[in-house]
């Protein structure tokens, strides 16, 4: 399902370095990363690497969904969150979204404070076979019942005549 090149698209590719001291120590760590890039699908790649960090490194920071939200002066709403791994391609399906019937988000990485060096990229799958949310499984769920309802409700009145 997600092995045709063609349908992965890459919205992201950005490094950032963090300032450091001529001791080699951080003085600045890396600020988040908040890309202006709206994504309309539920389905993401991340890599993110770090030439500076050790080999025994593994957490290179956590990524966050973050929805449009018409009140308050936020503007933005957490979605979900992901633990991202330093030298690892991770494919994410986000299911949770708002039910407004628009699946626009944005993304925030926030790097891990000791990292001196980032290098982040993330690709939007584009392709049909997207998968189920949250909450087209409940409007499922509930179309489900409803209908169920009503056979059981035909079989009462059947059951009333007979």
């Known amino acids: 399902m997600y092995t045709i090149s063609s349908e992965w698209i890459q919205r992201v590719n950005t490094s950032r370095n963090a300032t450091v001291d001529s001791k080699g120590k951080i003085t600045t760590p890396i600020t988040a990363i908040e890309p202006d890039i709206l994504f309309t699908h539920n389905t993401i790649a991340i890599y993110a690497t770090s030439l500076k960090a050790p080999s025994n490194w593994y957490k290179a920071g956590n990524l966050y ?34 039910d407004t019937g628009d699946t626009k988000y ?23 076979n997207q998968g189920a949310t949250l909450d087209s499984l409940e409007t499922l769920a509930k179309a489900n019942l409803q209908r169920s309802a009503g056979l059981q409700t035909s079989i009462n009145k059947l059951l009333k005549k007979g």
């Open 65 to 98: 969904q973050a929805f449009f939200v018409p009140f308050g002066t936020a503007g933005h709403a957490q979605g979900e969150s992901i633990s991202v791994m330093l030298n690892r391609y991770t494919i994410h399906r986000f299911t949770v979204f708002p």
């Open 106 to 128: 944005v993304i925030s990485f926030a790097p891990q404070t000791y990292l001196k060096d980032i290098k982040l990229q993330v690709w939007e799958y584009t392709g049909i």
